[in-house]
């Protein structure tokens, strides 16, 4: 599912894979910046039980892609 920016949307992100019970939703246009100050928006946005992966676009704003999964 296209987010353009975790940051701004990660509780509308997190209720809805726990609504719908996704169990490996991919996501892209993260805005990630694969440093340290993605940590309290990744907190908040990874349910329980799940896990993410993600890879931001480094030298460049936007984009980038995330996966989370569950936890089996």
């Avoid at 993260?30 to 931001?56: C, K, Q, V």
Wanted: proline share 6%; aromatic share 10%.
């Amino acid at each position: 599912m296209p987010c353009q920016s975790f940051c701004n949307k990660y509780n509308e992100i997190s209720g809805v894979v726990k609504d719908m019970d996704l169990r490996a939703p991919i996501n892209t246009d993260t805005w990630l910046a694969g440093n340290i100050s993605d940590l309290p928006f990744i907190d908040e946005l990874i349910p329980a039980g799940y896990l993410l992966y993600h890879a931001a676009r480094i030298h460049k704003k936007g984009g980038a892609s995330a996966f989370l999964c569950v936890i089996l």
